[in-house]
């Protein structure tokens, strides 16, 4: 069974730092994209970044940009989200996926994407 696991989420005041991680098992994804999405109350779930399976290309993004740094370590079998400067308006659940087949693109839209994870929440305080 495919797993998705997210953890790193929490309060935090503007300006402040979290790093989200996705812990996949049941399967590897050393070949596969992945991507970090968000969702906040009333809004449609949106990309913030995407990662391919080698890490050589990423998108974020434009609301993100220069403030978070999508990783991942294949090895781990685990993707990153580094959040730097946060803002009231990255206020959302954040929920990591994974695509089932091998590509070598990253990919922005919640239909790409076939594994998901519980979402973690995150919350930033002004």
């Known amino acids: 069974q495919v797993q998705l696991v997210e953890s790193g989420g929490g309060l935090v005041q503007a300006g402040g730092s979290l790093r989200l991680s996705c812990a996949a098992s049941?399967?590897?994804?050393?070949?596969?994209?992945m991507g970090w999405f968000r969702q906040a109350p009333g809004k449609e779930r949106e990309c913030v970044a995407a990662?391919?399976?080698?890490?050589?290309?990423?998108y974020y993004a434009d609301s993100v940009k220069g403030r978070f740094t999508i990783s991942r370590d294949n090895a781990k079998n685990t993707m990153y989200l580094q959040m730097n400067s946060l803002k009231p308006e990255d206020t959302a659940v954040y929920y990591c996926?994974?695509?089932?087949?091998?590509?070598?693109?990253?990919?922005?839209?919640?239909?790409?994407?076939?594994?998901w994870g519980q979402g973690t929440q995150v919350t930033v305080s002004s």
């Open positions: 996926a994974a695509r089932r087949f091998v590509s070598a693109s990253n990919y922005v839209r919640p239909s790409d994407y076939d594994y």
């Open positions: 049941g399967r590897t994804f050393s070949s596969n994209a």
């Open positions: 990662i391919n399976w080698s890490g050589g290309s990423s």
